[in-house]
């Protein structure tokens, strides 16, 4: 697509400090980003220990797996995982290429970010200054360089976008099959891309010809995958996707879904919300829907995305609404192009509101991320170096090879002591999700020891506002630590304490909630 003339807004071109900036600032934005990252770079969330454990199990041959030679689906991202593993394979250390190679593959998708706002937006000026925005996303800079797959998730997201709008089908549907590997939500795109590539071709035929070969690229991708998938662990569905939602169409779950996305979304991106909302409805309104059928892979995906964790009654948090985020962004700065075009009046200030802009929209975002998320991050990072590693650390150098611990998060504690762990949560220990889905709290689990029949520990790690809170003739506390911060809706203190079971013989039973209520009443 041809770029417009920069006069469009403004008389930008005849300013040279915009000129310059627009033409070398890319590599400055991605150097401020660098830096703003390094600030939190010790952050490391426990989800990542549980991609290294899978990793490190993957490189020694004990399987897909957190303990060896138990096949799991406890990761959302194969691909992530291989990935690391293969830095791992490289002799690299592993925690540290996942982090480095993070923050690389953030920086890149900010250079996609700005390939696309030009192929959206035409306009190089505006569309440097949402790449900038966008750079200093608070939801962005939080999960860079922190070892997850979210990076890669926007890097693929910006990808299959642009390629679809350049009606380049084939290379969007290798990304979005990419994207399917690191996020299973990707798999909607999918159909989304197959949706756009009729609607936006001409001749029919060719549409058809199109979606087969989209489609034999997302088999040949994500097929393998699958047969693997389901032949391990016997499902297509990654365990923390059915760990974190209900589908259980409670309109109480619903609505704190709802509550979730929109607080997490404007918290960023409340403005450019605003603006493409009313884009859409403006277009919808004057029946012009060609520009809408132009742009349908975005905007339907921006739309259903929501309504898809609404269904599901997804546990949102903020890296997850970075699959819509990016491109809440970019067209946000496209709907603020097309408002200050259609109204004359403005049009001295065209420039001067642009600029006004996108600096609230940076202060917002630094605003949040100072104030809030960083000294969240910091005492997060300083409570795994200062409480979880020393619990993991006095396990792996008091207890032997096997040794089965309980823990509430297994990740860093997996990851360090290199013992087997059995999560509460499900995400590596199947079976737990019964009990979750049976109504069963954290705290019912711990305190009614429901755990043991399922997991046959020897080691029970606790986590409670109150330090040795499970204190009893069954479990003898040895180690407590604190934990300040561990979540930015959970400012309190936390206390890990480490116990030991005393021996004795627990029948495994297949529990449902009559059996948990006799196990409980021994």
């Known amino acids: 697509m041809a ?42 969330p426990d989800d990542t220990f549980i991609y290294l454990q899978f990793a490190k199990n993957v490189l020694r041959g004990g399987g897909f797996a957190f303990n060896a030679q138990e096949p799991t689906y406890g990761v959302t991202s194969p691909l992530w995982t291989f990935i690391i593993a293969a830095g791992g394979g490289l002799r690299l250390d592993p925690y540290f290429a996942a982090k480095i190679l993070d923050l690389v593959i953030a920086s890149v998708a900010l250079i996609v970010f700005y390939l696309l706002a030009i192929e959206i937006i035409r306009e190089r000026l505006v569309a440097f200054l949402a790449t900038f925005v966008f750079s200093g996303n608070v939801w962005f800079i939080r999960w860079a360089a922190t070892g997850m797959e979210t990076s890669l998730s926007v890097l693929l997201l910006l990808l299959t976008v642009l390629y679809c709008l350049r009606n380049e089908y084939l290379l969007a549907a290798v990304a979005c099959s990419c ?33 087969i070969g989209c489609t034999l690229i997302f088999l040949v991708i994500v097929g393998p995958w699958m047969v693997f998938a389901e032949k391990e662990f016997g499902t297509l569905v990654p365990n923390a996707v059915t760990a974190k939602s209900g589908f259980g169409f409670s309109l109480v779950d619903i609505a704190a879904t709802a509550g979730d996305i929109m607080k997490t979304a404007a918290t960023s991106n409340a403005l450019e919300l605003v603006l ?33 964790y609404l269904g599901a009654e997804v546990d949102v948090v903020s890296r997850y609404l970075l699959l819509l985020l990016p491109l809440v962004c970019v067209y946000g700065y496209f709907s603020l192009k097309n408002l ?34 960083k ?34 998060d297994v990740g860093a504690i997996g990851y360090w002591s290199d013992r087997k762990l059995c999560d509460l949560a499900g995400l590596i220990t199947p079976e737990m999700k019964r009990l979750r889905r049976q109504g069963l709290t954290y705290d019912d689990i711990m305190t009614k ?7 046959y520990p ?40 480490l116990y030991r079971l005393v021996p004795g013989v627990y029948p495994k039973t297949e529990l449902t909630l009559a059996g948990a209520k006799l196990w409980t009443e021994k």
């Not at 005849?14 to 000129?19: A, N, Q």
């Not at 009046?345 to 509101?353: N, Q």
């Not at 020891?449 to 997991?455: K, N, S, V």
């Not at 330090?467 to 890990?496: H, I, M, S």
């Open 3 to 44: 770029v417009q003339s920069e006069s469009s807004i403004g008389i930008w071109g005849e300013i040279p400090f915009l000129r310059k900036a627009v033409k070398y600032g890319l590599g400055l934005i991605v150097l401020i980003f660098y830096a703003t990252v390094l600030l939190h770079f010790p952050y490391t």
């Open 179 to 211: 994207l399917t590997l690191v996020r299973p939500e990707a798999a909607l795109l999918f159909i989304l891309l197959l949706a756009d590539a009729f609607l936006n071709t001409i001749e029919k035929r060719h549409a058809g010809k199109l979606a």
């Open 276 to 308: 493409v909302l009313g884009f859409v409805s403006w277009r919808i309104k004057r029946r012009e829907y060609s520009e809408l059928i132009n742009h349908f892979l975005p905007l339907a995906w921006m739309f259903l995305l929501p309504l898809v």
């Open 340 to 373: 200050l075009e259609r109204f004359r009046a403005v049009s001295p200030y065209r420039l001067s509101v642009v600029l006004v802009v996108t600096t609230l929209l940076l202060i917002q975002n630094q605003y949040v991320y100072q104030k809030h998320v």
């Open 375 to 408: 000294s969240h991050m910091d005492r997060f990072a300083e409570g795994v170096e200062e409480c979880l590693r020393p619990i993991a650390e006095w396990v792996r150098d008091n207890t032997p090879p096997g040794t089965v611990i309980v823990s509430p």
């Open 449 to 455: 020891h429901l755990f043991i029949p399922i997991c």
């Open 458 to 497: 020897e080691y029970v790690i606790d986590r409670a506002v109150v330090p040795e809170r499970l204190a009893d003739e069954q479990l003898t506390p040895l180690y407590t630590r604190r934990f300040y911060g561990l979540g930015l809706a959970k400012p309190e203190v936390q206390f890990y304490t």
